[in-house]
């Protein structure tokens, strides 16, 4: 275990210490963590989950490599314009299948204006999968970098 070059004051409370145990296991759990997020999202409609769950699960999976390998290396390799990108889009499916039906007659999210066959379970998956996860999982990777950045004014 070492601290990391950038610091040089050791009272930061910034300081990074590699772990190669950390390191190791996070290159080994977090492709598992990312598939299982990537189930639960997708398989959610039909079994307990969903997006919530699932977006939840995959955005901790860049908290996870944020642990491992520091928190600006991860910031900066995945970038903000990413993370809000992620996000924006879930707001924009969400939002486009919700006032889609309003523009066909029906009420926000009234799936079965749709002119598809079982536009409830189509309409369901695509909010789950194409909104919600996107969304939450935004939410927390910008939340976490945020949160990290502190008070002291630092841009994430």
Not at 93 to 112: E, H, N, P, R, T
Request: glycine fraction near 14%.
């Amino acid at each position: 275990i070492h601290v990391s070059d950038t610091e040089s004051d050791p009272g930061d409370r910034r300081t990074y210490i590699e772990s190669e145990v950390i390191m190791s296991s996070v290159r080994v759990v977090s492709p598992f963590v990312l598939t299982f997020g990537l189930y639960v999202t997708f398989h959610g409609a039909d079994s307990p989950g969903g997006g919530f769950q699932g977006g939840a699960l995959v955005g901790v999976v860049v908290l996870m490599l944020a642990f491992a390998f520091g928190i600006d290396p991860t910031r900066r390799w995945l970038g903000t314009r990413i993370v809000t990108l992620v996000a924006a889009l879930g707001l924009l499916v969400f939002s486009v299948i919700g006032f889609g039906s309003v523009l066909l007659g029906g009420a926000f999210l009234q799936y079965d204006r749709y002119p598809l066959d079982h536009p409830t379970k189509l309409g369901i998956e695509a909010v789950e999968i194409g909104g919600i996860a996107l969304i939450v999982a935004g939410v927390i990777i910008g939340l976490f970098f945020l949160t990290a950045a502190g008070s002291r004014g630092e841009t994430p």
